[in-house]
């Protein structure tokens, strides 16, 4: 059966992963090969981790662009046998409501590096309803630092969640914080990632 024109024309969305060992440019030819393609980069996620470039975004197209050719096209710019590429259909519901609705919250975790502290804190958030939307550690030596950014639902009482959580925490030997997003943007303008690795004694 033969697609109707404004089928054949209809605006078609992705997501693309890519995971492969970091050098200068990926992102550059990763942005010009969906560029070259007729994609609009509408949200977009890279970090650099030891070595390995990790990059999950969203590419919206004017009309039909096949999975096929979008795999190929993002290999070719990568030029590393070893690269990872996964490219998904966008399928979630417009105006699908947030996972959690709720405020968006910033929590600080700092402490000397030990096994099991990621499965306490995230075993405590998730049996409190608290959504982990990021989550970054930073290690230097034996000392590290977490930061995640986090939704806690309206219903919860969040001095309640942060006591929880120093508990948990305080198991391992860790201090924790938890901020308002607002108050954390007004705070660190500038550079917020540096002054709280600087406080807690990494730079």
Known sequence: MRMNSDTENAPCRYVVSVLVKDKVGILRGVSAALADLGGDMDGISQTVLDGYFALILTV?????????????????????????????????PVNLPPTVQGARYLVTLTGKRTVGIMKAVTHFLANQGVNVEGWSVYADGARVTHLGEVTVPDLLDIKQV?????DVVAAFGFACGIQHENIFLVTNKVGAVRPLLRRAGHV
Request: proline content about 5%; glycine content about 8%.
């Open 60 to 92: 919206t197209f004017g009309g039909p662009c096949s999975a096929q050719a979008l795999r190929a096209a993002v290999q070719d710019v990568l030029d590393d046998d070893e690269a990872d590429v996964v490219i998904r259909p966008y399928d979630r």
């Open 162 to 166: 942060q006591d929880g959580l120093q």
